[in-house]
Structures are given as structure tokens and as C-alpha cells.
């Protein structure tokens, strides 16, 4: 099956999947903004790939208009990815739940531009203040001050999935 990777990625880390997803899968990774979306309906399979900000999938609204009949699609972001995580950015993007795949990605303080380091401190500051703190507010503050969380053992879900269907 001819099958490409399509990705947007701010800060790397977005990116570090989607080549390490198309090396498995011994296909391209393209960056959304280089891809020729009109071509993509050509490919037996698409996998399409963003960052998080807010709940929603960058670059998503682009992919989701072409009505791709093979399309899967993984996310990377701070939080950790639990059922839960995916199930409301499923819900968020309109993305089907059994087709979205979310890793934990990172944060590059000196690669991302004022208004992200402003919703960061925003976000970090409302954690801070809480009294009883979870494990993941606690991952969350300390993402803050510079990680990267990328895995590629986290991958192999997404790659079978793509591999069988």
C-alpha cells in the first residue's frame, strides 16, 4: 500500500514522530506545509500528525476537508496520554477515537514564540495554585521548564494499526 505521513510541528517534537512513524512504516514524512493536498487522496493511507494546543489538532481542519477514506491520525503534546487525553481531543477535533493516537511530547522554551510561553506561564500558574495537585500536574510543571518526553517505544500501536487495516 502507498501510504505518506503528513505533519505540522512547532517544536520538533511532532516532527521526531512523524519521521520515526515513517521510517517503520518505509514511507515519507512531509510537512503539511509542503505537502500537496490535493495529491493525498491518491495514497491508500494517510497519517496525519500535529501538536496540541488548547484540545485541537494543528493543521487537522486542512486534513479533515479532504474527506480521506485511510486516514489515521496522532497527536503529540504536554500532557500526558492517557484514554482519557485522547478521548477529549477526539471529541474536541471530531476525530474517531479508534483512529487517533496521542504521545507525550514536550516543551522547547527557547522554540516557541511570546504568545506560547504566555499561555504556558497562564496554564502552569492556575496548576501552581491548586491545592491538591495530580501526578500529571506535577508532570505539567515540570514540562514547563524544558523537556522532551518523546518516545518511539510509544509508536508500535499506531504502525500495526497502519500496517493491518
Given at each position: 500500500?502507498?501510504?505518506?505521513?503528513?505533519?505540522?510541528?512547532?517544536?520538533?517534537?511532532?516532527?521526531?514522530?512523524?519521521?520515526?512513524?515513517?521510517?517503520?512504516?518505509?514511507?515519507e514524512?512531509?510537512?503539511?506545509?509542503?505537502?500537496?493536498?490535493?495529491?493525498?487522496?491518491?495514497?491508500?493511507?494517510?497519517?496525519?500528525?500535529?501538536?496540541?494546543?488548547?484540545?485541537?489538532?494543528?493543521?487537522?481542519?486542512?486534513?479533515?476537508?479532504?474527506?480521506?477514506?485511510?486516514?489515521?491520525?496522532?497527536?503529540?503534546?504536554?500532557?500526558?496520554?492517557?484514554?482519557?487525553?485522547?478521548?477529549?481531543?477526539?471529541?474536541?477535533?471530531?476525530?474517531?477515537?479508534?483512529?487517533?493516537?496521542?504521545?507525550?511530547?514536550?516543551?522547547?522554551?527557547?522554540?516557541?514564540?511570546?504568545?506560547?510561553?504566555?499561555?504556558v506561564?497562564?496554564?502552569?500558574?492556575?496548576?501552581?495554585?491548586?491545592?491538591?495537585?495530580?501526578?500529571?500536574?506535577?508532570?505539567?510543571?515540570?514540562?514547563?521548564?524544558?523537556?522532551?518526553?518523546t518516545?518511539?517505544?510509544?509508536?508500535?500501536?499506531?504502525?500495526?494499526?497502519?500496517?493491518?487495516?
Open positions: 500500500m502507498n501510504r505518506i505521513v503528513v505533519y505540522t510541528s512547532k517544536t520538533g517534537f511532532t516532527e521526531k514522530y512523524a519521521k520515526w512513524i515513517a521510517e517503520e512504516l518505509k514511507c514524512a512531509v510537512p503539511l506545509k509542503k505537502a500537496n493536498l490535493s495529491e493525498l487522496a491518491n495514497y491508500g493511507q494517510v497519517i496525519y500528525g500535529g501538536w496540541i494546543m488548547g484540545g485541537m489538532v494543528s493543521g487537522y481542519d486542512k486534513i479533515k476537508k479532504l474527506n480521506l477514506k485511510n486516514l489515521i491520525v496522532f497527536c503529540s503534546g504536554m500532557s500526558v496520554p492517557t484514554d482519557t487525553v485522547r478521548d477529549n481531543i477526539a471529541k474536541q477535533n471530531d476525530i474517531p477515537a479508534d483512529r487517533l493516537f496521542c504521545f507525550e511530547g514536550g516543551f522547547a522554551p527557547d522554540r516557541v514564540g511570546f504568545m506560547g510561553k504566555m499561555i506561564k497562564m496554564i502552569s500558574g492556575s496548576i501552581s495554585k491548586k491545592e491538591d495537585k495530580t501526578p500529571e500536574d506535577i508532570h505539567m510543571l515540570e514540562a514547563v521548564k524544558g523537556a522532551d518526553n518516545d518511539r517505544a510509544a509508536i508500535p500501536p499506531l504502525v500495526e494499526m497502519a500496517e493491518t487495516i
